[in-house]
């Protein structure tokens, strides 16, 4: 079993005060937080870390948010520190969250700030991985100050926008894309009341990535939380907001640390059955056991979205009728239960193979959405033109060149550069 991986960090403030956590957004570096630090540090020892192939990290993707707490963990222990607060902006704010319902016994206090339950859709971060994976991030890049600022700040401080499109220009796209697919498939809409810790919700008023009205159903699911809307701020509230983000932060961190100092709650007693009776109840299940496959329907729906997207199966789903519905739960159950989930090829091989299949049987209206499916299962348009060049000698050019024509227009809706 490998060893977990850590992340790439600094610390300041003295060693002796109680751990604080700063989280970064989606393509910016541990230096999103440098104009809190001076107050920080009065108050606290500060660990900011770099998200993995940002900042000169370690090129390292990580899959899920749970896996980039499992290395947050791993850094804070290697200081040798048992309970912390916590602070995340955006995709460090999802960080925060999974840490909190995970490991609660870690986290002292919590502040998500421009975060929510679920970022945007499935399909557009899905989406912008594609078109990173084609042109770069350089199309990301340019395109940063209008996510990430007010147009009033982004015309008074052209320095503070250039540095944060260097910040993204300078991204491992490998890893961009990663943690694309980690807010793809972050939700935890139904988790939020399982949050014990007490939190402070930030947003800007401003902020169309992450509006106001994602701040408040987080205040409305987790059981101790509040509200702070701040005003002239759009994403990155800490850069645009520095002084009103740290008084938030200080008020929020300080007074829960003290409140929880004694630790958290000692979890509830349970109740265990006597061994003899533990023995019997055991042998019990096992008789009863039902020797029956589970439906795979769940589990096909699941890798249907992710594969084609939830607007292509949302359509479906609102065109069956009695008529086709059964034919609806089929494809779901066996095709992509069954088939697109077993464990034997990655998607890209099985994207491959599709595309072929589609091509040489003449499938084109099919071969259109997977070849959308392909570019979000992470072949290249370079690769996919290699695919169809292979079909014209065994399936036939008049099949290849009917196939290069849809191909050629689904990539070029699909790697359209984000307006």
């Known amino acids: 079993m490998s060893e977990t991986k850590t992340l790439q960090h600094r610390t300041d403030g003295p060693d002796d005060a109680p751990l604080l956590v700063l989280g970064p957004a989606l393509g910016a570096t541990w230096h999103m937080w440098d104009r809190q630090i001076p107050e920080l540090t009065r108050h606290w020892r500060v660990l900011r870390f770099d998200l993995p192939g940002h900042g000169g990290a370690p090129a390292h993707a990580a899959s899920a948010a749970a896996d980039y707490a499992q290395r947050l963990l791993a850094t804070v222990d290697a200081l040798g520190v048992d309970r912390f607060g916590y602070a995340g902006c955006s995709l460090g704010g999802a960080i925060g969250a999974q840490l909190a319902l995970d490991h609660p016994q870690r986290v002292s206090s919590l502040a998500l700030v421009s975060c929510s339950a679920r970022h945007g859709t499935p399909d557009a971060w ?46 491992d796209p490998g890893c961009y894309i990663a943690a694309c697919e980690t807010l ?3 939700d935890i809409r139904t988790e939020l009341s399982r949050i014990g810790v007490p939190a402070l919700v930030v947003a800007g008023a401003e902020d169309e990535a992450t509006p106001p009205a994602d701040a408040r159903a987080l205040v409305a699911g987790i059981p101790d939380a509040r509200l702070a809307i701040v005003p002239g701020a759009s994403h990155l509230v800490p850069v645009e907001q520095p002084g009103a983000v740290t008084e938030l932060l200080i008020r929020h961190l300080t007074t829960t640390w003290q409140q929880s100092a004694a630790g958290p709650p000692a979890p509830a007693p349970v109740i265990a059955p006597e061994p ?22 769940e589990a096909g729906m699941k890798v ?8 292509h199966v949302d359509r479906a789903a609102e065109n069956a009728d009695d008529f086709t519905q059964d034919f609806q739960d089929f494809v779901t159950r066996y095709a992509w239960g069954e088939i697109w989930n077993r464990p034997g090829i990655d998607r890209r091989t099985r994207s491959v193979a599709t595309l072929t299949a589609l091509t040489a049987r ?18 290249t348009p370079a690769e996919i033109k290699e695919i ?32």
Not at 306 to 311: R, S
Not at 362 to 379: C, I, W, Y
């Open 362 to 379: 003449g499938h084109f209206d099919e071969l259109a959405f997977h070849t959308r499916a392909a570019l979000r299962n992470g072949l």
């Open 304 to 311: 249907r979205r992710e594969v084609l997207g939830d607007a």
């Open 184 to 186: 793809a498939a972050f």
């Open 276 to 297: 003899q009776q533990a023995s019997a109840v055991a042998e019990l299940e096992a008789a009863e056991a039902p020797a029956v496959r589970a439906d795979p329907y």
């Open 388 to 419: 169809l060049l292979h079909t014209g000698v065994y399936c036939g050019v008049p099949a290849a060149n009917t196939a290069f024509s849809v191909a050629q227009r689904v990539i070029q809706e699909e790697t359209a550069p984000e307006a």
């Open 126 to 171: 899905r989406q912008r991985g594609v078109v990173v994976r084609t042109n770069g991030l350089e199309p990301i890049a340019a395109s940063t100050p209008e996510r990430w600022f007010t147009s009033a700040f982004a015309a008074a401080q052209p320095a503070i926008v250039e540095w944060a499109v260097q910040m993204v220009r300078t991204t």
